[in-house]
């Protein structure tokens, strides 16, 4: 724990769902005006998202984004402004599937779809997995078709484990093979291990000349606590997970209440606002 934000960071990295949206997916003119300012000042706005960019397109276009940004929890980095995947890890299959033989045995079925990687790789799976995001279309996919693709990350959902409890399943019965994040909703994603919200912001960061100790987070759920860790000063929403606001340096205001912008104004001073909200064209394809 620090004792308080770098005066003027030179990243402010921020989360979209839970964090810098409201729950309607909208940003409010405060939050965009606080945002501006920060750039003004001479700070670099990067999003870190639990998106897969396919998603989180139509929301950096809303919002008017072209730098660089972390998608799908760490494992796609994007370059909003050139519409261009400039890396990307995919997860290894057949661990992934040893894996859920492992949790068959221990805790029964799990539900499973993917993601694929590349920009439009779409989301697969079949009819009965459980699939909270109505305007992010689920293709039918049989349990071989699942992987018969490069992909970017899995979705787990057990009929009778809550999602925390399923999320420490699946990573003692992953031993390191991969990473297993509560993102939000009923679900648990895995991506490449060693790879994190973290690693792509560090990544991020190296590329744009900038330091941990120089960044301030913002983040909400277990998928941002490596990213709140990593930074210089960390800022969990209200709204948060209880794991995301124990290693945060400080807990601001729900995001439904501008929590980001709270936070900023005090660094930056207020701006003032310029347009109404903007809707996110995307249902969210995971929180984080």
Known sequence: MTQGPPRTPGLVATDLDGTLLHSDESLSPRTRAALEKAVTAGAIHVIVTGRSVQTAKPVFDDLRYDGLAVC?????????????????????????????????????????????????????GPATMPWPWELVPLHPAGEDDLWAE???????????????????????????????????????????????????????????????????????????????????????????HPEAIAVADEVAPPNDEDGVAVVLERLYGAGLPTTGGVRGEAARSSSG
């Open 72 to 124: 799908g929890q760490g494992a796609q980095l994007y370059d909003a402004g050139a519409h261009e995947l400039v890396a990307a890890h995919t997860i290894d299959v057949d661990a992934v599937r040893t894996v859920l033989r492992r949790l068959a045995m221990t805790i029964g079925p799990v539900h499973v779809a993917v993601a694929r990687a590349g920009i439009a790789g779409g989301f697969h």
């Open 150 to 240: 490069p992909v970017m990350k899995a979705f787990l959902n057990h009929d009778r484990l809550p999602v925390d409890e399923l999320a420490a399943a699946v990573r003692r019965a992953g031993n390191g093979f991969f990473e297993a994040v509560n993102a939000g909703g009923d679900l648990v994603e895995l991506v490449p291990a060693g790879v994190t919200k973290a690693t792509g912001l560090a990544e991020v960061a190296a590329r744009l000349g900038c330091t941990a100790e120089g960044t301030i987070a913002f983040g909400d759920m277990p998928s941002d606590v490596p990213m709140l860790v990593w930074a210089g000063y960390g800022v969990a929403m209200a709204n948060g």
